[in-house]
């Protein structure tokens, strides 16, 4: 901007300048208001500066902006992408009845005429003043262009402090509740936790009872409550501190997922179980076939579970449970077991039946059987990785499909040099994804999912 206005002696000449052209032979009548407000506000074309030295252009015009009159407020509620250059802008600045806009200057008291075709520094907050045509009033508004302060789109790992204590751990399964990870893993014979509020300092959870050296994976989050089937014994809790018994006439051998309004067990025998009151009570669950070669495709080890929303329906979650069979007694597999469950949990809802997956060992697109399989509900899929056979760290797999088909991706991939003889276990939720590997703690995040 280059035309600087010390006082406002050059405003009050343009307005007399202006009456002045018109010839005294002429009778026209210039009417002068009192009117001082600004109606609508949008940009010109913007640049957006990539990670990669690029450039981009952006249309500022589909970027709306609110005008907020009670507080003479302008300010865009969708921020402009990562990388936008605010230093140099031109906007459009509509006043009611011919108002004349100036900019106060940002290092000094005076001010600047606004032409729509000057730039503009919106680093800082900038204040429009606008003076009515009558020159009897003046309001000033402060504009403000929102620019998103990181990369939406961009997935991105984030080292936390290692803790001494989890990586003592033999074993360790994560959970998330209220936003945060909790660990839970077996130590001298006994099963231990540890929960955080910011990912970097940790605190041991007091369960008011000694846990047996195999709870650690008996432990499960339903929306933001907490379970872990000790022995026999059910207990759960509201914010980790906090452990109640839950009164369950009977519980399965193992507690091996949950979803929005169901907790799935697992008994001794392999047969899956379903409660849909907190652990209270336990059903046994629905296959789409009961013969047992049909069953015989439930894997018993390695079991993770993920659940998303269903598609096209309210109320109902897509289950995916992934695993394998006994090493023993089946040592040909190649492939993991895959099954799924449709749950309805509105009102009058169904609590559905589970259904394998069938799938050949030839099959270039089936999850390969994996040690410790972690399952991520994410983004736009469901991921897995775990342990190869020669022990070191799966690539990232995901499946769009529901669990049909499985492909190598990198757009989320792991950390760099994780050693996999490590305990390691992992967990999602909205845009985050926490990742423990021995004692070395990262949280992954893809912005947009939390917008």
């Avoid at 026209?28 to 009117?35: F, H, W």
């Avoid at 600004?38 to 690029?54: A, W």
């Avoid at 980790?240 to 507690?255: D, E, F, I």
Wanted: overall charge negative; proline content about 2%; some cysteine.
């Amino acid at each position: 901007m280059t035309r600087t206005i010390h006082t406002l002696c050059g405003l009050i000449t343009a307005l007399l300048l202006t009456a002045s052209c018109i010839s005294s032979e002429e009778t026209t009548t210039i009417l002068q208001y009192n009117d001082a407000a600004i109606v609508s506000f949008s940009l010109g074309n913007l640049k957006q500066h990539n990670d990669d030295g690029t450039t981009t252009n952006i249309a500022g015009s589909t970027y709306k902006f609110h005008i907020d009159q009670s507080n003479r407020r302008i300010y865009n509620t969708d921020s402009l992408p990562y990388g936008t250059d605010k230093s140099r802008v031109t906007c459009t600045a509509t006043t009611l009845n011919n108002g004349v806009i100036v900019i106060k200057n940002t290092d000094d008291s005076d001010v600047t005429l606004y032409s729509s075709t000057d730039s503009i520094d919106f680093t800082t907050e900038r204040e429009f003043i606008v003076y009515s045509s009558s020159m009897a009033r003046n309001s000033v508004y402060t504009v403000e262009i929102n620019v998103h302060q990181e990369d939406v789109d961009k997935f991105s790992w984030t080292q936390k402090n290692s803790s001494s204590e989890i990586s003592a751990l033999a074993n360790i399964n994560v959970v998330l509740a209220g936003g945060w990870p909790f660990v839970f893993g077996e130590n001298n014979g006994q099963t231990v936790g540890y929960a955080t509020s910011d990912g970097n300092n940790w605190q041991t959870i007091d369960f008011g009872q000694v846990l047996q050296a195999d709870a650690w994976q008996n432990a499960v989050a339903r929306n933001d409550t907490l379970f872990i089937l000790n022995g026999n014994s059910l207990l759960s809790s509201a914010d980790g501190q906090q452990w109640q018994t839950v009164n369950s006439a009977s519980n399965p051998s193992r507690l091996i997922g949950a979803s929005t309004a169901e907790l799935y067990g697992q008994d001794a025998a392999g047969a899956l179980s379903v409660s849909r009151d907190g652990g209270l009570s336990w059903l046994s669950e629905q296959y789409d076939e009961q013969d047992a070669e049909y069953l015989g495709q439930l894997p018993t080890e390695n079991i993770a579970l993920a659940t998303t929303k269903a598609a096209m329906a309210d109320s109902t979650d897509y289950v995916l449970m992934v695993g394998s069979r006994s090493a023993i007694s089946y040592p040909n597999d190649t492939i993991a077991m895959v099954w799924r469950k449709i749950t309805d949990y509105s009102r009058y809802g169904q609590r559905g039946q589970w259904v394998y997956m069938e799938r050949t060992d030839n099959n270039a697109k089936a999850l390969p059987l994996l040690g410790n399989t972690q399952l991520l509900s994410y983004a736009d899929g469901i991921m897995a990785f775990g342990r190869t056979g020669n022990g070191s760290l799966s690539a990232m797999y995901q499946t769009r499909d529901g669990g049909i088909t499985w492909r190598k991706i990198t757009t989320y991939s792991l950390p760099t040099g994780l050693d996999g003889a490590k305990p390691f276990a992992a967990a999602s939720k909205g845009a985050d994804i926490w990742l423990v590997v021995g004692g070395d703690i990262w949280h992954g995040r893809l912005p947009r999912l939390s917008e």
